[in-house]
């Protein structure tokens, strides 16, 4: 790679010598470019000199100013609008109208590695503008998405700093790396919590295959691209957007009280034959314990940035700073971003610009096990049994299950995080010949993450103690890069248009771990807080490391005729480090796609109904590179459970304890897409629609392997399986001004995804997962052929067992009166795992969405709805159970409690026979539909904010999730998780809504 | 710079081009190949005498495993039997009831559990049988890590064959996928190769080690594991060869039996064969053994979970006096000879003191870490001594052995455990079965034990026990699955 940079680095000081750039005699130029509709101002509209690099950027009240030849042409272009041509003809005042009638073809879109106007485009890309997600409270730009584009399902995770989970047209892949791909101004990212939404101006999202084919190593979940804000031509322009709200949990499950519990366990003890544990039950409301962890919290939101520029050079800058409080109590996340963007049209056919990000967060965590422990946590506990003293569930006996006094774990954790991450791109851009352009860009992506726990020595329960205080030091590195090179050839001739695109690209990927361990740290203040002043004895240090590269080479062509027939078609060929060594190395992904724009056709021309109509289909291949390191190289295992003790003295062991495949193969998925894009009344309805169909080839699984092989992986990764997600989507938009001034949007999206699993490449072996954190190994998901990935399988229950004589009769072993009656599907008398079934589907069928947006003079109103429907959820808070966990309000109220009590809801001895087992009672259904988002804004009148030196002043109070309809017995249906484990509610941060009051200024 | 305009242009298309094309032919496959970051690669290991010793010391650090001693060990060898109850509150855990009851049904976690886990030792061996031939190292030390490793492979399919019945043989490392899959081999085929192995380690195995090796397999080791193993199947004239062989290796009785269980008395005199376990401040990943823990005393910092605790039946059974009574399990209220008081207020009638460490040498992380597992003790090799000598008609014999274990019982105490004197040969195999309850109780040994001498029946029946199924326990339903049903179920099941 060396000799690339050397390459580089010769011709890129050889290209800048050898320019002679002329300029002829130039005017300025200067205008306004307004709304056709309304007249409003249009900032930053890119106003370009035709055939040349020169261009500005409108500014915040639309204004512009342009140097160029008196004979030349401006181009007028900008998200959403029509792009115009205007000649100067020696004008020095150009005020041009754009018009959004026709937008939905002229639009332009962010494609990979370029932009496309609308009309041209084959394949599936959903645009989110930046100001719609900037109106979203939401502290991740992906978080803002949701709701908004079809076919794209995204799980928050309700954790301050956390990033969702987005899914694109249902699970693509299952194993190793299956989140989506981001782009961020050309540097790929797995995750862009960094980004503050505020920098966002625009999100694409491929959806189908063919658009994605470009990407093809790690495109196989789908590709998010995204634009950051950059200088715009004008004089500086300061803003400054804030926020301040209170967070607070809605929809909090009610536990049972002390008096209720006690009479829950002694029943449960009752039917395992032991004596009451609380001789006397009523003990009143006790602790509730949610009550007394969670709480309102603050959040504080606010940025600040600059931005300007000239025709030589434009700049933007941007601070951010965050700062969330949990609901549970000593949780907390702040984040301060910073970015910086600058670009310099060094001569005519050279511009040169960088983008940086700097963003560093601290966050004080609380443990994952909280939310578990709060749920379990028994009623008769006290916090404090007297001043200084936690109240010890050991004094109840209550047993493993329930052993825990959650106050006691917050106050005695003290664990952070801190996140350190430097990234962007530096780039060139040359024209040349007219119609080529030469990009070469080198990005980087350089974090570092500290994460400290600290463990005093403490004494609070019998079962939560420690005798010797523990320093937990993690220090994560990260040193990604990659580099980019493409040369574009455009041209536009008679009726043909063509773009040509040959690139190339090398990426690699380094992180190193490094992990040490102190006891007997002493902690006075936080400068103690150092390995060294521990114990020598009994440090313990261990580091890791990952290196991965990647080299690709793609080309794609794109050709319109007469804006009426399109062909899109690209190659791809990724080399993957994973791969090396077998016949595989390389992946090769094509794809091709073609459309009708029905409406630019002549016999079009006299009908009124069709503002718009075009037919596309397109058809692509993605390839998907995220599996482990090495996966098929052999190491040998040397870790501390290997250490032998040999007259009590250490000798570190060694051996080789696993298998690896002998060789992998590239997983595949080839997708279909067709769709129908329609405008009608003169563009103020817009409807498209889409079907897809994508099949993922030889999807990497880990399977089960047997016991017998002695390895210490109970899985072995192997190319195992095809399946399939199909699905159609919908989405309509609505968007008219009346008159009187009232203008409003109405956008509503539906998408529906049909996943299966279609074949297993080892025969009818099932894959069993989702028991993450579960007892007795209980495995509740299954992915099988003919079924979803990941489906709930387990034990159709079809009653309670009311008497002993039902009992022995129920074929199940060990069953009591009050145990759950389950199906025994085969017949033979005797249930157990044959008579297991599936129960449901953890893959959203439905997601949508429906988005409003009002504006009346100075009021602008936003109310967005968003759900899921078609999908289910495994309750596992509910049936995982070691001992005397305590019990929901709502499960304590329906139990059966004697013969004839219930058929429905078991005995409160959950854990006992085969209660907890995977069954239909646990599995509910996860449909919501919720209140996303309610905004109302006032623009303070003009002639007040001009007053005060200022050219827009809004104030605006918004609500997010602040109503949630679902039927869900949990916290949330908002569960999430990895592709086997989806929808496995266990230790789920609970749904909160957020609301704020606000502040737009610019000065 | 007098260029002119458009030339320039092309000279710097050509240049751009051609980066691109460098750019591209410059990024060989070389780049992609990349080394797995801080891991050793298979094919550089096995080349060293040190890493033959790393890899022995492997095969003995996994016996301390979860599997090895904890849960899955638990319920299938010794919850069981008439001794031990489930323990813990009565609704933790209750899938040990499903063997205490003798309802489990095949797809309960804990059979894969010990399954898995012993075929994790038994890979550790072969990985060292079929490795350590080809490495260039003293021969000496070569061919007793081979014993070593022999010694380990024959424990753990004892522990199979006991459990399941005949299991799949693997004695090698599969070379390839074709290897995977074995059937079960039959329960003499299984026996057969536990003995050839055994013999083959004893044969190479020193009777004892230098202090800095103590622990490893010793000739001992696998004579008294051969004695077992033969007691197993009725073979009492080896039973009586092999112990007799033991008996001539300088074992002794440890003189105090409440103290021959405390960390500090370990590999003593007694100890034929124990699993090591310390307690490493601070490297958690070592200190894995789980063994005290999960049977320590329920509510107490320092104590455990209180799994596999005496039943009233063990608690019934002890002799008059008898000082092991005492010795092996921690009664609520009493204060053990370290100093520690049992709390009254604890859900269990007693918990299991063999496996008890003293609470104030708790220091963090899993408590007793660094108690040794008992294996197999001299008092077993005499037990084993008096039952084959009774058998064979060596009435004098089996008295002495027998007697020898009542006396150390006994210690200091007067009027207690008085010496064994019948004659008659089915008085005297009920006196030395007897004991061998009172002796090895909670050791892991009674539940096999009744099964073999053939009485489970009337021992367990009461408990749910049923002839002609539960002699053995279920194959684990997945193993069944994944071997696509090549592995047969066992009757009952």
Redesign the interface.
């Known amino acids: 790679?060396k000799?690339?940079f050397t390459?580089?680095s010769v011709?890129v000081v050889?290209?800048l010598l050898?320019?002679?750039v002329?300029f002829a005699q130039n005017v300025t130029v200067q205008g306004r470019v307004t709304d056709a509709a309304d007249g409003t101002a249009l900032p930053g509209v890119s106003v370009v000199l035709k055939g040349t690099q020169t261009a500005v950027q409108s500014d915040a009240n639309g204004n512009y100013s342009i140097s160029a030849p008196g004979t030349g042409t401006l181009v007028f272009s900008f998200v959403g609008y029509a792009s115009k041509e205007a000649a100067i003809n020696a004008q020095t005042t150009l005020n041009i109208t754009l018009t959004s009638s026709s937008q939905e073809l002229e639009q332009v879109v962010v494609v990979g590695y370029g932009t496309q106007r609308k009309l041209d485009v084959t394949g599936s890309v959903a645009t989110v503008k930046g100001e719609d997600i900037t109106k979203q409270p939401s502290t991740n730009p992906i978080s803002a998405l949701q709701g908004r584009v079809a076919g794209v399902s995204i799980a928050n995770n309700a954790t301050p700093g956390a990033s969702p989970q987005i899914t694109i047209r249902g699970t693509g892949t299952i194993y190793g790396n299956t989140g989506v791909l981001y782009v961020v101004d050309g540097v790929w990212y797995d995750d862009i919590s960094f980004l503050n939404p505020a920098d966002v101006a625009s999100i694409s999202v491929l959806k189908d295959a063919s658009s994605q084919s470009i990407y093809g190593i790690r495109a196989a979940n789908g590709v998010v691209l995204v634009t950051t804000v950059r200088g715009k031509n004008g004089k500086p322009t300061i803003n400054y957007n804030g926020t301040v709200g209170a967070q607070h949990v809605t929809n909090p499950v009610e536990m049972t009280n002390a008096s209720e519990y006690a009479t829950a366990?002694n029943e449960?003890?009752a039917i395992?034959?032991?004596a009451p544990?609380f001789a006397n039950t009523n003990l009143g409301e006790g602790t509730d314990w949610y009550d007394q962890v969670l709480r309102t919290a603050m959040i504080n939101n606010h940025q600040l940035s600059v931005n300007g520029g000239t025709d030589k050079s434009s700049y933007n800058l941007s601070l951010g700073f965050l700062d969330q409080d949990g609901i549970i109590s000593t949780n907390n996340f702040k984040r301060y971003t910073a970015k910086l963007s600058n670009d310099f049209q060094l001569m005519e056919?050279l511009k040169v610009g960088y983008n940086v990000t700097g963003t560093a967060s601290r966050s004080a965590n609380v443990p994952n096990s909280i939310f578990r422990a709060l749920y379990t946590a028994s009623p008769v506990v006290p916090v404090f049994k007297a001043p200084g003293a936690y109240g010890d569930p050991?004094d109840f006996?209550?047993?493993?299950?329930s052993n825990v006094n959650p106050q006691a774990t917050l106050d005695f954790n003290n664990s952070r995080t801190d996140r350190y991450r430097v990234t962007g791109n530096v780039f060139a851009e040359?024209k040349?010949?007219?119609n080529?352009t030469?990009r070469?860009s080198f990005g980087g992506d350089f974090g570092q993450d500290d994460i400290r726990n600290y463990t005093p020595q403490y004494?609070a329960t019998?079962?939560q103690?420690?005798?010797?205080s523990?320093l937990s030091v993690g220090r994560v590195a990260t040193r990604n890069w990659i580099i980019e090179?493409t040369?574009t050839y455009n041209n536009t001739w008679e009726d043909h248009n063509l773009t040509v695109l040959?690139?190339?690209t090398?990426q690699r990927f380094r992180s190193y771990t490094m992990t040490g361990?102190?006891?007997n740290v002493p902690f006075n203040r936080e400068s103690d807080l150092y390995l060294s002043l521990g114990?020598s004895?009994?440090?313990?240090i261990e580091?890791?490391?990952?290196?991965?590269?990647?080299?690709s080479?793609f080309g794609r062509v794109n050709y319109s005729f007469k804006n009426k027939y399109l062909l899109n078609a690209s190659l791809r060929a990724d080399?993957?480090?994973q791969f090396?060594?077998g016949n595989n190395?390389w992946g090769y992904f094509p794809s091709i796609g073609g459309g009708w724009v029905v409406s630019n056709e002549d016999f079009m021309k006299d009908q009124t109904i069709f503002s718009n109509l075009k037919l596309r289909a397109s058809w692509g291949k993605v390839g998907n590179a995220g599996v482990p390191?090495?996966p098929t190289?052999?190491?040998?295992?040397?870790?501390?459970?290997?250490?032998?003790?040999?007259?009590?003295?250490?000798?570190?062991?060694?051996?080789?304890?696993t298998l690896v495949p002998?060789a992998l193969f590239w997983e595949r998925s080839a997708g279909l897409d067709v769709g129908l894009e329609m405008g009608f009344f003169e563009g103020k309805l817009n409807v498209e629609a889409d079907y897809y169909s994508r099949k993922t080839e030889q999807a990497i699984f880990n399977i089960?392997?047997?016991?017998?092989?002695?390895?210490?992986n109970?899985r072995l990764l192997g190319n195992q399986a095809d399946f399939r997600n199909r699905g159609v989507e919908l989405v309509a938009t609505w968007a008219d001004k009346t008159s009187t001034g009232f203008g409003y949007t109405i956008s509503g999206n539906v998408g529906y995804n049909d996943n299966v699993v279609l074949n297993v490449t080892s025969?009818s072996?099932?894959i069993d997962a989702g028991g993450d954190g579960l007892n007795?190994?209980v495995l509740p998901t299954r992915t099988v052929v003919g079924q979803p990935i990941g489906s709930f399988y387990g034990y159709q229950v079809t009653g309670i067992i009311q008497t002993a004589a039902e009992a022995a009769a129920s074929g199940i072993?060990?069953a009591r009166p009050g145990d759950f009656r389950y199906a025994d599907l085969n017949g033979d008398g005797r249930i157990?795992?044959k008579d297991k079934t599936f129960l449901g589907n953890p893959n959203p069928r439905f997601n949508y969405g429906l988005n409003t947006n009002f504006t009346y003079k100075n009021f602008d109103l936003t109310v967005d709805l968003q759900g899921v429907a078609g999908v289910e959820l495994f309750n596992a808070n509910l049936g995982n159970?070691?001992?005397?966990e305590n019990y929901t309000k709502e499960f304590f109220d329906n139990r059966w409690t004697g013969g004839g009590s219930s058929n429905t809801y078991p005995s409160t001895?959950l854990?006992?026979?085969q209660n907890n087992q995977t069954n239909s009672f646990y599995v509910e259904s996860g449909d919501y539909l919720r209140v996303r988002n309610l905004q109302l804004g006032y623009n303070l009148p003009s002639a007040l904010v001009t007053k005060w030196k200022m050219q827009r002043l809004r104030v605006f109070a918004n609500a997010q999730n602040a109503f949630n309809f679902f039927s869900y017995r949990g916290f949330t249906p908002e569960v999430g998780g990895a592709p086997t484990s989806t929808g496995v509610d266990f230790r789920v941060y609970p749904l909160y809504a957020t609301y704020n009051i606000g502040l737009n200024v610019t000065f | 710079m007098k260029t002119t305009h458009s030339i320039s242009w092309q000279k710097l298309g050509a240049a751009c081009l051609f980066t691109i094309i460098l750019g591209a032919s410059s990024c060989k496959d070389s780049f992609l190949d990349v080394d797995p970051q801080g891991q050793q690669v298979a094919t550089e290991f096995w080349k060293t005498e040190a890493d033959a010793t790393k890899a022995v010391n492997a095969i003995y650090a996994n016996l301390r495993s979860w599997e090895n001693v904890a849960f899955p060990a638990l319920v299938i060898e010794s919850t069981p039997s008439d001794e031990a109850d489930k323990g813990s509150t009565p609704t933790d855990a209750t899938f040990f009831n499903l063997f205490d009851q003798f309802t489990v049904g095949s797809t309960e976690g804990s059979l894969q559990s010990f399954w898995t886990g012993q075929y994790r030792n038994i890979n550790f061996c072969n990985q060292v049988l079929d490795n350590i031939p080809g490495i260039t190292m003293n021969e000496g030390l070569k061919s007793r890590y081979l014993g070593e490793a022999k010694f380990v492979r024959a424990y753990s399919y004892f522990r199979l064959v006991r459990a399941y019945g005949g299991v799949p043989l693997r004695l090698h490392i599969p070379k390839d996928n074709s290897e995977y899959n074995l059937p079960r081999a039959t329960r003499q085929e299984v026996y057969a190769q536990i003995e050839k192995d055994l013999t083959e380690a004893a044969a190479i195995l020193p009777a004892s080690y230098p202090a800095t090796d103590v622990g490893r397999a010793t000739k001992g080791a696998a004579l008294g594991l051969l004695a077992k193993v033969s007691m197993y199947q009725q073979k009492w004239t080896e039973v009586q060869n092999y112990t007799n062989q033991v008996m001539g290796l300088g074992y002794n009785l440890f003189p105090d039996f409440e103290k021959l269980f405390r960390v500090e008395n370990e590999n003593s005199v007694e100890s034929v064969f124990e699993i090591q376990a310390e307690f490493v401040a601070g490297n958690n990943a070592a200190n894995n053994s789980q063994y005290s823990q999960v049977q320590g005393v329920a509510g107490v910092p320092a104590g455990g979970w209180g799994f596999n605790t005496p039943s009233a039946s063990l608690i019934n059974s002890f002799e008059p006096g008898d000082p092991r009574r005492d010795a092996t399990i921690l009664f609520p209220g009493e204060r053990t000879p370290q100093g520690d008081l049992i709390p009254t207020t604890v859900p269990n009638i007693g918990y299991n003191q063999k496996s008890y460490v003293p609470f104030s040498r708790f220091v963090s992380g899993n408590q007793g870490a660094e108690q040794n597992i008992r294996v197999l003790r001299f008092a077993e090799i005499l037990l084993m001594n008096a039952e084959a000598a009774n058998e064979l008609g060596n009435t004098t014999q089996a008295l002495t052995s027998l007697n020898r274990v009542r006396a150390r019982a006994r210690g200091t105490a007067t009027g207690v455990l008085p010496d064994v004197t019948t004659t008659d040969k089915a008085a005297l195999r009920a006196a030395i079965w007897r004991e061998r309850q009172s002796e090895l109780a909670l050791e892991s040994d009674r539940y096999f034990d009744v099964v073999r001498q053939g009485r489970a029946a009337e021992v367990f029946g009461p408990k749910g026990w049923k002839a002609n199924k539960n002699e053995v326990w279920p194959i684990p339903q997945q193993e069944i699955d994944l071997s696509g049903s090549l592995l047969t179920q066992n009757p009952g099941y």
Not at chain 1, 543 to 551: M, N, P
């Open positions: 790679m000799k690339i390459n580089l011709w050889f290209c050898s320019l002679n002329a366990v449960a003890y395992q034959g032991a544990l056919a050991s006996n209550l047993g493993n299950g040359l040349f010949l007219k080529f030469f070469t004494f019998r079962g103690n420690t005798n010797i523990t090179n040369l040959a690139g190339q090398a361990t102190a006891q114990n004895a009994g440090r313990t580091d890791s490391g990952s290196l991965s590269t990647a080299a080479y080399g993957a480090s090396y060594g190395l390191i090495n190289t052999l190491t040998v295992t040397q870790i501390p459970a290997l250490i032998a003790f040999y007259g009590g003295i250490q000798n570190t062991g060694a051996s080789i304890n002998p089960p392997i047997l016991g017998s092989l002695g390895t210490s109970s025969g072996n099932p007795n190994a072993t060990g157990d795992a159970r070691f001992g005397n001895s854990a006992g026979g």
